[in-house]
Protein backbone atom coordinates (compact mmCIF):
# COMPACT_ATOMS: atom_id res chain seq x y z
CA UNK A 1 0.00 0.00 0.00
CA UNK A 2 1.81 3.55 -0.63
CA UNK A 3 1.80 5.84 1.81
CA UNK A 4 0.82 9.19 -1.08
CA UNK A 5 -0.97 9.22 -4.10
CA UNK A 6 -0.55 11.56 -6.89
CA UNK A 7 -3.61 12.42 -9.07
CA UNK A 8 -3.95 13.65 -12.40
CA UNK A 9 -7.58 15.19 -12.72
CA UNK A 10 -8.53 16.12 -16.45
CA UNK A 11 -9.32 12.49 -17.78
CA UNK A 12 -9.30 10.70 -13.84
CA UNK A 13 -11.37 12.70 -12.14
CA UNK A 14 -13.54 14.43 -14.71
CA UNK A 15 -13.96 15.13 -18.33
CA UNK A 16 -15.37 18.40 -19.43
CA UNK A 17 -16.85 19.34 -16.24
CA UNK A 18 -18.27 16.40 -15.45
CA UNK A 19 -16.69 13.57 -12.67
CA UNK A 20 -16.15 10.60 -13.99
CA UNK A 21 -18.64 7.55 -12.59
CA UNK A 22 -17.12 6.81 -9.27
CA UNK A 23 -14.43 9.09 -8.64
CA UNK A 24 -15.87 11.45 -6.33
CA UNK A 25 -16.66 8.96 -4.25
CA UNK A 26 -12.97 6.89 -4.55
CA UNK A 27 -11.61 10.34 -3.59
CA UNK A 28 -13.23 10.38 -0.38
CA UNK A 29 -11.93 6.44 0.62
CA UNK A 30 -9.01 7.60 -0.08
CA UNK A 31 -9.02 11.30 2.00
CA UNK A 32 -10.81 8.53 4.67
CA UNK A 33 -8.18 6.00 4.62
CA UNK A 34 -5.84 8.78 5.68
CA UNK A 35 -3.34 8.65 2.46
CA UNK A 36 -1.43 11.55 1.45
CA UNK A 37 -3.13 12.76 -1.38
CA UNK A 38 -2.05 15.42 -4.36
CA UNK A 39 -3.99 16.14 -7.08
CA UNK A 40 -1.57 17.15 -9.74
CA UNK A 41 -1.83 19.08 -13.13
CA UNK A 42 -0.03 20.35 -15.96
CA UNK A 43 -3.06 22.69 -16.69
CA UNK A 44 -2.50 26.28 -18.40
CA UNK A 45 -5.98 27.48 -18.48
CA UNK A 46 -6.48 27.72 -14.39
CA UNK A 47 -4.82 29.20 -11.61
CA UNK A 48 -4.56 26.73 -8.66
CA UNK A 49 -7.54 28.81 -7.03
CA UNK A 50 -9.40 27.86 -9.77
CA UNK A 51 -8.96 24.31 -10.11
CA UNK A 52 -9.28 23.88 -6.19
CA UNK A 53 -12.63 25.80 -6.37
CA UNK A 54 -13.32 23.67 -9.78
CA UNK A 55 -13.56 20.37 -7.88
CA UNK A 56 -14.83 21.43 -5.17
CA UNK A 57 -17.83 22.22 -6.88
CA UNK A 58 -17.79 18.64 -8.82
CA UNK A 59 -18.17 17.54 -4.99
CA UNK A 60 -14.54 16.27 -4.51
CA UNK A 61 -13.11 16.53 -1.08
CA UNK A 62 -10.15 18.40 -0.94
CA UNK A 63 -7.98 21.42 0.52
CA UNK A 64 -5.99 24.07 -1.38
CA UNK A 65 -2.94 22.87 -0.21
CA UNK A 66 -3.19 19.28 -1.61
CA UNK A 67 -3.74 21.02 -5.33
CA UNK A 68 -0.08 21.22 -7.28
CA UNK A 69 0.21 23.02 -10.20
CA UNK A 70 2.78 23.26 -13.07
CA UNK A 71 2.13 27.25 -13.45
CA UNK A 72 2.05 27.44 -9.50
CA UNK A 73 5.78 25.94 -9.92
CA UNK A 74 7.20 28.03 -12.63
CA UNK A 75 5.34 30.97 -10.08
CA UNK A 76 7.97 29.85 -7.78
CA UNK A 77 10.47 29.64 -9.79
CA UNK A 78 10.20 33.11 -11.15
CA UNK A 79 10.19 34.89 -7.73
CA UNK A 80 13.20 32.93 -6.40
CA UNK A 81 15.36 33.74 -9.11
CA UNK A 82 13.80 37.08 -9.26
CA UNK A 83 12.66 36.60 -13.67
CA UNK A 84 10.78 38.64 -15.15
CA UNK A 85 8.62 37.19 -17.66
CA UNK A 86 7.16 37.37 -20.92
CA UNK A 87 3.99 35.52 -20.84
CA UNK A 88 2.57 33.62 -23.92
CA UNK A 89 -0.46 32.11 -21.83
CA UNK A 90 -3.84 31.71 -21.57
CA UNK A 91 -5.95 34.49 -20.59
CA UNK A 92 -7.22 32.40 -17.59
CA UNK A 93 -4.01 31.81 -16.26
CA UNK A 94 -3.14 35.14 -15.90
CA UNK A 95 -4.35 35.86 -12.51
CA UNK A 96 -1.49 33.24 -11.72
CA UNK A 97 1.09 36.12 -12.21
CA UNK A 98 -0.58 39.24 -12.00
CA UNK A 99 1.43 40.65 -8.88
CA UNK A 100 4.95 39.88 -10.81
CA UNK A 101 6.81 42.35 -12.82
CA UNK A 102 7.09 41.78 -16.33
CA UNK A 103 8.95 44.83 -18.01
CA UNK A 104 11.57 44.22 -20.02
CA UNK A 105 11.13 40.37 -19.75
CA UNK A 106 14.06 38.30 -19.33
CA UNK A 107 12.12 34.72 -19.19
CA UNK A 108 9.49 33.04 -21.62
CA UNK A 109 6.65 31.62 -19.64
CA UNK A 110 4.65 29.07 -22.45
CA UNK A 111 1.81 27.52 -21.68
CA UNK A 112 -1.45 26.60 -23.53
CA UNK A 113 -2.20 30.27 -24.93
CA UNK A 114 -4.63 29.26 -26.94
CA UNK A 115 -5.29 31.63 -30.20
CA UNK A 116 -2.28 34.06 -28.60
CA UNK A 117 -0.08 31.00 -30.22
CA UNK A 118 0.38 32.95 -33.49
CA UNK A 119 3.35 33.82 -35.54
CA UNK A 120 3.56 37.47 -33.76
CA UNK A 121 3.44 35.62 -30.36
CA UNK A 122 5.56 33.04 -31.04
CA UNK A 123 8.43 35.13 -32.52
CA UNK A 124 8.38 37.51 -30.03
CA UNK A 125 9.10 34.93 -27.52
CA UNK A 126 11.93 33.69 -30.04
CA UNK A 127 13.20 37.13 -29.99
CA UNK A 128 13.62 36.78 -26.33
CA UNK A 129 15.00 33.60 -26.53
CA UNK A 130 17.90 34.62 -28.88
CA UNK A 131 19.01 37.54 -26.70
CA UNK A 132 19.34 34.78 -23.88
CA UNK A 133 16.10 34.26 -21.74
CA UNK A 134 15.27 30.63 -20.62
CA UNK A 135 12.21 29.08 -21.82
CA UNK A 136 10.01 27.83 -19.36
CA UNK A 137 6.75 25.77 -19.41
CA UNK A 138 4.26 23.51 -18.06
CA UNK A 139 5.00 20.75 -19.75
CA UNK A 140 5.25 18.78 -23.43
CA UNK A 141 1.56 17.13 -23.66
CA UNK A 142 1.00 16.48 -27.84
CA UNK A 143 -2.48 16.56 -26.88
CA UNK A 144 -5.79 17.15 -24.41
CA UNK A 145 -9.12 15.73 -24.55
CA UNK A 146 -11.74 18.29 -25.00
CA UNK A 147 -15.37 17.08 -25.66
CA UNK A 148 -14.58 13.72 -27.32
CA UNK A 149 -11.99 15.35 -29.17
CA UNK A 150 -7.90 15.31 -28.92
CA UNK A 151 -6.40 18.81 -29.44
CA UNK A 152 -3.07 19.90 -29.67
CA UNK A 153 -1.38 20.78 -26.71
CA UNK A 154 1.27 22.92 -25.40
CA UNK A 155 4.66 20.43 -26.45
CA UNK A 156 4.27 20.91 -30.04
CA UNK A 157 4.96 24.84 -29.71
CA UNK A 158 7.47 23.77 -27.11
CA UNK A 159 9.40 21.67 -29.59
CA UNK A 160 9.34 24.78 -32.22
CA UNK A 161 10.92 27.21 -30.24
CA UNK A 162 13.68 24.91 -28.62
CA UNK A 163 14.20 24.16 -32.18
CA UNK A 164 13.99 27.53 -33.71
CA UNK A 165 16.22 28.90 -30.33
CA UNK A 166 18.90 25.59 -30.24
CA UNK A 167 17.97 25.30 -26.60
CA UNK A 168 15.88 23.41 -24.29
CA UNK A 169 12.73 24.34 -22.36
CA UNK A 170 12.50 23.86 -18.19
CA UNK A 171 9.43 21.87 -17.73
CA UNK A 172 8.10 22.46 -14.28
CA UNK A 173 5.05 20.20 -14.84
CA UNK A 174 4.99 16.41 -15.93
CA UNK A 175 6.42 14.87 -17.39
CA UNK A 176 9.82 16.32 -15.87
CA UNK A 177 11.27 14.57 -13.24
CA UNK A 178 11.49 17.91 -11.11
CA UNK A 179 7.85 18.25 -10.90
CA UNK A 180 7.37 14.83 -9.27
CA UNK A 181 10.29 15.53 -6.94
CA UNK A 182 8.66 18.80 -5.77
CA UNK A 183 5.43 17.15 -5.36
CA UNK A 184 7.03 14.26 -3.38
CA UNK A 185 9.17 17.06 -1.02
CA UNK A 186 5.88 18.58 -0.47
CA UNK A 187 3.71 15.51 0.91
CA UNK A 188 6.72 14.45 2.61
CA UNK A 189 7.42 10.78 1.05
CA UNK A 190 10.23 8.93 -0.97
CA UNK A 191 9.42 8.11 -4.56
CA UNK A 192 8.90 4.55 -4.00
CA UNK A 193 6.00 4.83 -1.16
CA UNK A 194 4.06 6.88 -4.09
CA UNK A 195 1.60 5.87 -6.31
CA UNK A 196 1.02 8.21 -9.59
CA UNK A 197 -2.48 7.62 -11.15
CA UNK A 198 -2.46 9.05 -14.85
CA UNK A 199 -4.70 8.90 -18.30
CA UNK A 200 -1.76 10.32 -20.29
CA UNK A 201 0.65 6.28 -20.98
CA UNK A 202 3.82 9.02 -21.70
CA UNK A 203 3.85 11.94 -19.12
CA UNK A 204 1.96 10.24 -16.22
CA UNK A 205 2.61 6.62 -16.08
CA UNK A 206 6.45 6.06 -18.06
CA UNK A 207 7.39 9.52 -16.19
CA UNK A 208 6.46 8.37 -12.97
CA UNK A 209 8.19 5.33 -13.01
CA UNK A 210 11.44 7.43 -14.41
CA UNK A 211 11.07 9.38 -11.47
CA UNK A 212 11.02 5.98 -9.24
CA UNK A 213 7.13 5.93 -8.14
CA UNK A 214 4.94 3.25 -8.92
CA UNK A 215 1.88 3.96 -11.55
CA UNK A 216 -1.33 2.97 -12.48
CA UNK A 217 -3.03 4.07 -15.82
CA UNK A 218 -6.28 4.37 -16.20
CA UNK A 219 -8.72 3.16 -19.40
CA UNK A 220 -10.21 6.82 -19.11
CA UNK A 221 -9.60 10.38 -20.87
CA UNK A 222 -6.94 10.32 -23.89
CA UNK A 223 -6.53 6.75 -22.96
CA UNK A 224 -6.03 4.71 -26.06
CA UNK A 225 -6.06 0.98 -26.73
CA UNK A 226 -2.64 -0.31 -26.81
CA UNK A 227 -1.33 2.23 -24.16
CA UNK A 228 -1.29 -0.94 -21.96
CA UNK A 229 2.09 -2.23 -23.75
CA UNK A 230 3.80 1.54 -23.49
CA UNK A 231 3.01 0.89 -19.96
CA UNK A 232 6.16 -0.61 -18.79
CA UNK A 233 4.36 -3.22 -16.76
CA UNK A 234 2.21 -1.16 -14.66
CA UNK A 235 -0.83 -1.36 -13.27
CA UNK A 236 -3.99 -1.04 -15.57
CA UNK A 237 -7.33 -0.43 -14.14
CA UNK A 238 -10.93 0.75 -16.28
CA UNK A 239 -11.06 3.56 -13.56
CA UNK A 240 -9.83 5.25 -10.32
CA UNK A 241 -13.06 3.68 -8.59
CA UNK A 242 -11.54 0.25 -9.51
CA UNK A 243 -8.23 0.88 -8.24
CA UNK A 244 -9.21 2.17 -5.33
CA UNK A 245 -11.33 -1.03 -4.91
CA UNK A 246 -8.14 -2.78 -5.22
CA UNK A 247 -6.22 -0.72 -2.81
CA UNK A 248 -8.33 -0.53 0.18
CA UNK A 249 -9.31 -4.61 0.02
CA UNK A 250 -5.65 -4.90 0.59
CA UNK A 251 -5.69 -3.13 4.11
Known amino acids: MPRAILLDISGVLHEDGEPLDGAVAAVERLQDAGLVLRFVTNTSRRTGDAVHDSLTRLGFS??????????????????????RPYLLIHRDL??????LDDHAPDAVVLGDAEERLDYHHLDAAFQLLQQGAPLLTVGTNRCFRQQGTLHLDV???????????????????????????AVLDDAGVKPEEALMVG?????DVVAALDAGLTACLV?????????????????????????????LSRQ
Do not use: M, N, W
Open 199 to 203: DDVEC
Open 219 to 247: RSGKYRSGDEDKARGARVEPDLASLVDHL
Open 94 to 99: EPEFAD
Open 62 to 83: LSRDQVFTAPGAIRQHLLRERL
Open 155 to 181: GPFVRALEYAAELQATVFGKPSGDFFR
